[in-house]
């Protein structure tokens, strides 16, 4: 499975955002379901790089707060033994 393909409108995002464009950026998180040839979810259909949605969308959730991880050994976020804060 390809995790490195970025469609088409993540690619003019990805230029927007780093030319300083004052845009959203990210706005949700979406899971879903292939269409009726993705049945191996070991051997999935080839990516393509002008898909701009899944195909069934099943559950989708809206990006509320932007903010970063330190590292802080006061953190209440524990990460493979490494304790974080959140930072604006």
Avoid: W
């Avoid at 970063?68 to 974080?84: A, M, Q, R």
């Amino acid at each position: 499975m390809s995790l490195e393909l970025i469609v088409k409108t993540g690619c003019i995002l990805t230029a927007r955002l780093l030319m300083g464009e004052p845009i959203d950026g990210i706005t949700h998180c979406v899971i879903g379901d292939g269409d009726t040839i993705f049945i191996d979810p070991l051997n999935p259909p080839a990516p393509d790089i002008d898909q701009a949605a899944l195909k069934t969308e099943r559950a989708r959730k809206k990006h509320y707060k932007r903010i970063f991880l330190k590292e802080n050994p006061e953190g209440t976020l524990v990460v493979n033994g490494i304790h974080y804060i959140e930072t604006a």
